[in-house]
């Protein structure tokens, strides 16, 4: 039976190829007309562009092009040739597709010279030549036909029956154009991958007189399928059907052993079950571990959140100190005062009993004598009170504000020295300062303050342990024309080797429980390098003391018109560098594709911007984790700009601080959905506000609009994190039941986040109300930002490139436009819908 089948197969495959091999020698062929050929354009060429007088006019003939030509024999090659171009030089047909050129043509004319007639004489024979010229920028130039490579066939068309058919390869370079032209070696053979005209012209020793040749067709030939390739697919066939005969064959032999296939199947079916425990074992976990994520993450974020309190603890201490340091001055000059006025009080009773009794010469000169003189006293007491006020108001509001100013930097040490004058009374240290009177600066007091009160508070927690007479020395100087050496050194105990490697680490302290947070040398350190733009060592030798030096600049590097130093959120940097994709950001025309969304394209537009209108400004981009945070870099001037936008809500209690934009986006323009895991279907089933109202959503409540819009919704079970990675983690670890974000521009509406994805809710859109806007801050930088960067985003806004941008990258989602918007109400607030 099987040999049956076999000998069937056989005769089958051989009655298909005899059939194939037929069909793809008469059926499987293309053919392109070139006289015909649309945007084809036919010419007469001659010799009187070479020095000859041979003249050409090319006549239409019905269907047919012909060549009318007066050889004159004044030029050494006289000659007449129809030139068919069929495309630019730039642009030539590929005839590596085709076989065969087919010619339909006659020429007639006068012949002389030898070989010209035939062998019995009766009849002249007429020869014509065809070139096929090729485009090469290697050798050709645009417009310059001399330069094309021709490849030349000679042919008697009276000798052959029409159409003839001439083989591509029979076309050889002709050896006058080699001779002409020098070319690589590589490039001396036939070359027809861009073939730009077909040329017939009169053999090389046309006779004088008139010459006719007459063109009726021109047609180009080729298998669809190469010989090679079709007989490869003849043998491919023959090897899939013998391989599927083996197959089948093998089959049969299958059937005759089930008994052992039976054996087998009960293997494979308890491995099934082992893959799916398997499996099952894995996504648990998988969720076990995504949750302990999201809660390392928070974990991470409340100690980021101590962190923070610590900070403040640390400049509220500093604002106590202040507090300590006014009350205890100001105890004097108003204890004075209040004991002048008490007695000048008294004075004045027994002045008016003097005048009831009767009044002296003396006594009147004794009572002014006394008035005066108590004046004065009273005079400079409040004189002295109104200038230690005055002096501590400015202390507090550098620190509290930390503004940058240009101020004295001796008045500041003196002031801070005056702050801690209470606490440094209560001991038996001392306190030298030698800061030359001429030094200004152009930096931040407030924060230089903060350094020196934490080196004292150091030297008096820590260095003067068990030491009674302490002595601090506070120094300044010039190095160079434009930086500063500020140093401070104790005659304390000292600082261990190992201590002294740790002592910028955050939290680290010898004191835990007793006073001491392990912020302040780390506060300290971040200040000097990043806001100050300087550095800072310490050196100490145990039972010898330690010395503090800090270098940096008289003018704060926020104030440098040379540098700005830009804002941006720290997720946003890193998809911006993905989105780029080693691309110029001045080059980028199309805003969508991967690592698109709305924040990206804000950085793009604002660094693009920024190379066109402030092309020699160097630009720093900073990193920021927190939206509050940037906010507030931006105030305190360490940042010149942000370059994503912020809503208005949260940068107009900081009007008069910093610079904001117009609106990037506008009021109700951020539409936001409902984003939550596939498995949920508590949250996809969600059918009114009712159901939305019930859910649990993760949100960052310095996200003003998002948390506003959640607390208008009615959400009672809104969980407040800081961070976009967190969120994303507790929905999709069952923590939450839906975040709120934009749509993307892909098709789905799918978010996908470090092998998360996150699903929209359908028909489910939320407005979040208000504008957004860029902002800067009132620096050198901050104001050429605002005068070049903000109106040039305007412009952008105004011309509809803006929403183009936000389109392109999803953030105006079409996809969705359809969708309910469930806090209806925000629709009266919306533009254009």
């Known amino acids: 039976m099987a ?49 000859g007088k041979s003249v050409s006019a090319l006549l ?72 096929l010229r090729n485009f090469d920028p290697a050798y050709s130039k645009p417009g310059n036909g001399a330069s094309l490579k021709p490849h030349e066939v000679v042919f008697e068309p009276a000798a052959h029956a029409m159409p003839v058919e001439l083989k591509l390869s029979q076309f050889m370079v002709s050896s006058w154009w080699m001779q002409e032209h020098h070319t690589s070696i590589e490039m001396l053979g036939p070359q027809l991958e861009h073939v730009t005209a077909l040329a017939i012209a009169t053999a090389d020793n046309a006779a004088p007189g008139r010459h006719e040749i007459v063109l009726e067709s021109a047609e180009l030939r080729g298998l669809w399928i190469s010989s090679a390739t079709f007989r490869l697919g003849i043998i491919f066939v023959w090897l899939v059907c013998m391989v599927a005969y083996l197959v089948i064959y093998l089959v049969g032999e299958w059937q005759n052993s089930r008994e052992k296939l039976s054996e087998s199947d009960r293997h494979l079916y308890d491995l099934h079950n082992s893959n799916e425990l398997l499996e099952r074992r894995v996504e648990e976990r998988t969720r076990a571990l995504s949750s302990s994520n999201s809660r390392l993450i928070e974990t991470l974020q409340n100690l980021d ?61 004794a009572f002014l004598l006394e008035v005066m003189q108590g004046s004065d006293i009273l005079n400079q007491n409040l004189s002295r009170a109104a200038a230690l006020i005055a002096s501590f108001k400015q202390l507090a509001a550098d620190q509290h504000s930390g503004q940058r100013r240009i101020f004295s930097l001796v008045d500041v040490m003196n002031e801070t020295a005056l702050a801690m004058a209470p606490r440094l009374r209560k001991t038996l240290h001392q306190l030298e300062i ?58 304390g ?94 080059d980028i025309s199309y805003f969508g594709g991967a690592f698109s969304r709305r924040d990206v394209v804000e950085l793009a537009l604002f660094m693009r911007e920024m190379h066109r209108h402030m092309p020699d ?57 409902a984003y939550t895991r596939a498995s949920n279907d508590k949250a996809l089933g969600m059918a009114s506000l009712t ?38 983690y507790m929905v999709n670890s069952d923590e939450a039941d839906i975040l709120l974000a934009p749509f ?10 470090e092998a998360c994805i996150l699903i929209p809710v359908p028909d489910c859109r939320i407005v979040l109300n208000g504008s957004r806007h860029l902002a800067a801050a009132r620096s050198k930088v901050g104001l050429l930002i605002v005068q070049n960067i903000f109106p040039a985003f305007d412009r952008m806004v105004d011309d509809g490139s803006m929403r183009q941008a936000f389109s392109e990258c999803g953030f105006l989602n079409t996809a969705t436009e359809h969708w309910h918007i469930i806090n209806g109400a925000a629709l009266e607030s919306m533009h254009g819908t």
């Open 3 to 51: 040999g049956k089948t076999f000998q069937r197969m056989l005769l089958a495959l051989v009655l298909l190829t005899l059939l194939a091999l037929y069909a793809h020698a008469n059926w499987m062929v293309r053919t392109l007309r070139l006289d015909t050929m649309q945007g084809s354009e036919a010419a007469a060429a001659d010799d009187r562009s070479e020095g």
């Open 60 to 131: 239409r003939q019905g269907e047919g092009l012909r060549l009318q030509c007066d050889i004159a024999p004044t030029y050494q090659w006289p000659f007449c040739e129809l030139d068919l171009r069929f495309s630019k030089d730039d642009q030539g047909i590929d005839l590596s597709r085709f076989d065969t050129l087919s010619l339909s043509i006659r020429a007639t004319g006068p012949v002389s010279g030898p070989g010209s007639e035939t062998k019995t004489g009766s009849q002249p024979r007429h020869f014509v030549r065809v070139f």
């Open 305 to 365: 959140v101590v962190r923070k309190e610590l900070v403040q603890s640390e400049k509220n201490a500093a604002l106590g100190t202040l507090v300590a340091g006014i009350s205890h001055e100001l105890n004097t000059p108003i204890g004075n005062a209040v004991l002048v006025g008490s007695a000048l009080g008294d004075s004045a009773r027994q002045f008016r009993d003097l005048a009831n009794t009767g009044l002296t010469r003396k006594a009147l000169d």
């Open 434 to 491: 030698e800061v030359p009177p001429d030094l200004v600066m152009d930096s931040y007091p407030g924060p230089l303050s903060q350094i020196i009160m934490n080196f004292m508070n150091n030297a008096m927690l820590h260095g003067f342990e068990g030491v009674q007479h302490g002595k601090m020395c506070l120094q300044a100087k010039l190095v160079g024309a434009d930086r500063l050496e500020i140093s401070f050194s104790d005659n």
């Open 493 to 586: 105990v000292g600082i261990s080797a190992q201590v002294l490697r740790r002592v910028f680490e955050p939290f680290f302290t010898t004191k835990l429980g007793k006073g001491g947070s392990g912020l302040g040398m780390h506060l300290v350190y971040n200040i000097v390098t990043q806001l100050f733009g300087g550095q800072i060592e310490i050196s100490s030798t145990l039972g010898q003391g330690t010395r503090i030096r800090i270098e940096m600049p008289l003018l704060a590097p926020t104030a440098s018109a040379e540098c700005a130093r830009i804002g941006v959120p720290t997720d946003v940097v890193d998809d911006y560098n993905r989105f780029l994709d080693g691309r110029d950001v001045q």
């Open 617 to 673: 400004v160097e630009i720093d981009l900073v990193a920021i984790d927190s939206y509050a945070l940037a906010i507030e870099h931006l105030r305190s001037g360490q940042i010149s700009a942000l370059a994503t936008s912020s809503w208005l809500l949260d940068l107009q209690s900081y009007k008069g601080e910093i610079e904001i934009s117009g609106p990037i986006v506008q009021d109700g323009q951020f539409i936001v959905g």
């Open 691 to 728: 159901d939305f109202r019930a859910l649990r959503v993760v949100s960052n409540s310095d996200w003003s609009a998002d948390w506003q819009t959640l607390a208008g919704l009615g959400v009672s079970d809104c969980v407040d994190v800081k961070t976009w990675r967190q969120m994303v």
């Open 744 to 753: 993307p521009s892909n098709s789905d509406c799918n978010i996908e986040f």
